[in-house]
């Protein structure tokens, strides 16, 4: 069955270390997101790409960066990881629709920075 | 801009009770609107969906009708179980169906036994 997953599921790191949070979809899906979530404040769109070297900023980008080299994986990048940063990520993926389209979510990765 | 507006929780129900989570929104033309649940420890996933006015979606029991006159796609269950404890979002996608979704902040729902 086709599925999207993330890794770690856990992270712990330091404040001002680079962090990489892996998403990789066999959907074959052309579109995939990036969003955070935080008490009070629901999902937060990071980034998202509608296909290959295709990358585009959400509500809140800064400090994070992503690459799109294939169309299975979007790894979030965290250039300088700061404590604002503690939350959970979830990635998630949908195919181009007419109309509709419904994302498929991963099961999220939670990250701490101390 | 588009928007979602939904009823803050927590929410805490007995039981056998029914359930409404308001949800309204703003968009230009016609969206789409979704609810997806997120039970503990878990991703996101699709609840039920709507593409067009008078559209209603149902799931598991749940349901929600497209509302075009009020904006509004309110979620509804006649009977929760101890099992639908869990965060419930509106979201909606634009008619092209090519933008990111938007969401609303989610409601957290508990039920006791």
């Known amino acids: 069955d086709a599925e999207i997953t993330q890794s770690p599921r856990h992270k712990i790191t330091e404040t001002g270390r680079q962090v990489t949070l892996a998403c990789h979809q066999t959907w074959n899906h052309n579109n995939m997101f990036w969003y955070r979530q935080d008490l009070g404040h629901g999902l937060r769109l990071i980034h998202y790409?509608?296909?290959?070297?295709?990358?585009n900023k959400g509500e809140v980008s800064d400090g994070y960066s992503v690459s799109r080299s294939n169309t299975e994986d979007l790894p979030l990048t965290l250039e300088s990881a700061a404590s604002s940063q503690t939350s959970v990520y979830f990635c998630?993926?949908?195919?181009?629709?007419?109309?509709?389209?419904?994302?498929?979510f991963g099961p999220g990765t939670r990250l701490t920075v101390t | 801009g588009n928007s979602v507006t939904q009823m803050e929780g927590p929410v805490t129900l007995s039981e056998e009770a029914f359930l409404t989570i308001n949800c309204t929104y703003t968009a230009t033309g016609y969206p789409s609107l979704f609810w997806y649940v997120q039970y503990p420890g878990e991703g996101l996933q699709l609840l039920l969906k709507?593409?067009?006015?008078?559209d209603k979606g149902s799931n598991k029991g749940f349901e929600a009708t497209y509302r075009k006159e009020t904006t509004s796609f309110h979620l509804e269950k006649g009977s929760v179980q101890v099992s639908d404890s869990a965060v419930y979002f509106c979201a909606l996608s634009d008619t092209s169906g090519n933008t990111p979704l938007v969401f609303g902040k989610g409601t957290r729902l508990s039920v006791i036994a």
């Open positions: 709507a593409t067009k006015a008078d």
């Open positions: 790409s509608y296909g290959v070297h295709d990358t």
């Open positions: 998630a993926s949908s195919e181009p629709g007419q109309g509709i389209h419904e994302q498929y």
